[in-house]
Each structure stands twice: as structure tokens, then as C-alpha cells.
């Protein structure tokens, strides 16, 4: 079976904070790379550092910024869901995963990443990284694609262990940042001073560029 990856998270921003790295290392290898995005993140309270956006704006900017960061780490897939920010944890999870379901049947992945449910702190991360798990389970257990979860609960390795995957892209951490400062409604005030932290060394935001961590899924059945 040929390699394909499928991210599937919420929110313009996610991918690029959370999986810059390894998707931009795919794509360098030449794999594809599908990205189901849930929503346009139109619920937001960033507008631009200085504001350049607002309320009425914000999902058509979202959604040209969640393309620029596509263009960035070399993304040509991008499936953008329709769905509500702020509202993902609401949705009937049969529903949710059929939709997921639809693009795992279409692009039949190697290697999904999404959210590890509960410990993803947002509603919309852990709603997503349920019905992923949903859409999973319904498919044979010798079938389903390798799972990574971001968790980023403070907790998270009390409860899961530590991380099973350990990514080194430092040789794409220029990308990464291409792809975050893509959001620029979002990001454009904290990348500022990340690049000026990046300059000096600080251990947390050189660890931003230079590692990704995630979990394989517990299937526990």
C-alpha cells in the first residue's frame, strides 16, 4: 500500500502548531498529504496584532490563511469541513465520523493524526479526535491506519505514558514557521517574539522547532 497521511483537526492553526513538522518531512519525502480541517475557526478572538480583522471578516481570512499555510508545508489536499467553531463537541458523533469515514474510504491513509480524545483541552480537539476514533473502530482491527494523537493536557503523560513518537525536524523548521506565520490573524503578535526568543536559544520555543511528540492511540479492546 502506498504511503498517505490524513490529519484531521478542527481549527486553521492546529496543523501548523501541531504537525508542521512531520507533515512538511512527508511531503519532503514525497508523500502525500491529505488535511481535514473541521472549521474556519470564525469564532475566534484574534484579530490581527494590529487588528486587520473582525467578526464579519474573520472566516474568509481564516480560510485564506489556512491556505497560505497549506502552500507552506507543501499541502495540496485541503478538505475544509463546513463545520461551527465552538461547536464540534454538539455534533452526533455518528455523523461526525461518517464524514471522516467518507475521506478514509477515498484516500485510504498509512498514517492518521488527530487529537487523543480528553486530552486535547479545547471541546472542538476533543470532539475531533473522538469521532476519528469513531470512524476507526467500525473498521477491522487489522485495517485501520496507524493513529498519532496530540494531547497537550498538563497531565497527559501521568495518564498515557510518555509519547511514543518522537519526531526530529529541525531540517523543516523554517517550514513550520512559514506555515505559522501564515496565520496571521492569529499568530502575527507571538511569532514576533518567538523569532526574538528563537535568536536566543530559549529551550521552550526552540523546542517548538526542533521536536513534535505524539501518542499512538490505546485501542484497549
Not at 486553521?12 to 512538511?24: K, N, W
Not at 498529504?33 to 473582525?54: D, H, I, K, Q, W
Not at 481570512?61 to 508545508?73: V, Y
Not at 467500525?138 to 509519547?163: F, H, Q, S, W
Request: charge should be negative.
Amino acid at each position: 500500500m502506498s504511503e498517505h497521511v490524513l490529519v484531521v483537526l478542527p481549527h486553521p492553526d492546529d496543523e501548523s502548531f501541531g504537525v508542521a513538522g512531520l507533515i512538511a518531512l512527508k511531503r519532503k519525502a514525497g508523500v502525500p498529504v491529505t488535511y481535514a480541517c473541521g472549521t474556519l475557526g470564525e469564532m475566534g478572538r484574534n484579530m490581527g496584532s494590529p487588528l486587520f480583522a473582525n467578526r464579519e471578516t474573520l472566516p474568509l481570512i481564516r480560510k485564506r490563511e489556512l491556505q497560505d499555510a497549506c502552500r507552506a508545508m507543501g499541502v495540496t489536499d485541503l478538505r475544509m469541513l463546513g463545520m461551527r467553531d465552538k461547536t464540534l463537541e454538539f455534533e452526533d458523533i455518528d455523523l461526525f465520523a461518517d464524514r471522516i469515514e467518507a475521506i478514509i474510504q477515498e484516500v485510504k491513509p498509512t498514517l492518521i493524526v488527530t487529537f487523543y480524545p480528553d486530552h486535547g483541552v479545547h471541546p472542538d480537539h476533543d470532539a475531533t479526535g473522538r469521532a476519528v476514533i469513531h470512524a476507526l473502530k467500525r473498521m477491522p482491527a487489522e485495517e485501520r491506519p496507524v493513529t498519532y494523537c496530540l494531547a497537550i493536557t498538563k497531565n497527559r503523560e501521568d495518564v498515557l505514558g510518555a509519547p511514543n513518537v518522537i519526531l526530529d525536524i529541525r531540517e523543516v523548521a523554517e517550514t513550520k514557521m512559514e506555515a505559522l506565520k501564515a496565520h496571521r490573524s492569529q499568530t502575527e503578535g507571538l511569532i514576533r517574539q518567538m523569532e526574538e526568543d528563537f535568536k536566543k536559544g530559549v529551550p521552550q520555543v526552540m523546542n517548538w522547532f526542533e521536536t513534535e511528540t505524539y501518542w499512538h492511540y490505546q485501542w484497549n479492546e
